[in-house]
């Protein structure tokens, strides 16, 4: 194993819901730190003129294996098992309920209620008995 990106979650045994809030906080610190208008009009430049306007999504492909260990890891029982790729979907779809509001401006943008609802979202979305993988 590298020590990579894996560094980035410590084998501490926090339930899910701990991880969710602190990903949602410095994604919103960083967020926040940025002009809204230069951030919306950077966003737009890329998804115009570049020539794989997906590779900004492309970076969580980072976090994947640092998950899929804390999955294993998991003594609280809080996170659902994945594979790559489901993982991977799943990320995109989180990431997108922490961006979204900041790239169309939203007063919502990095309020409590955000927070709130994508930490019920990401929750849903990454904790166990929600969803279950479909056996082919």
Not at 96 to 104: H, Q, T, V
């Amino acid at each position: 194993m590298s020590n990579g990106p894996q560094s980035n979650f410590p084998a501490v045994h926090k339930p899910l819901q701990t991880l969710l809030g602190e990903i949602i906080d410095s994604s919103f610190n960083q967020y926040n730190r940025m002009n809204p208008r230069s951030f919306f009009l950077v966003f737009r430049m890329i998804m115009k003129f570049s020539k794989n306007p997906l590779a900004f999504d492309d970076a969580l492909k980072t976090l994947v294996e640092p998950l899929l260990s804390a999955q294993r890891r998991d003594t609280t029982g809080t996170f659902r098992l994945t594979d790559p790729d489901e993982l991977l979907m799943l990320l995109k779809t989180c990431f997108g309920m922490i961006r979204r509001p900041f790239l169309e401006q939203s007063p919502m943008a990095g309020s409590e209620k955000h927070k709130a609802l994508a930490l019920d979202t990401m929750a849903r979305l990454l904790g166990p008995g929600v969803l279950t993988p479909t056996e082919n």
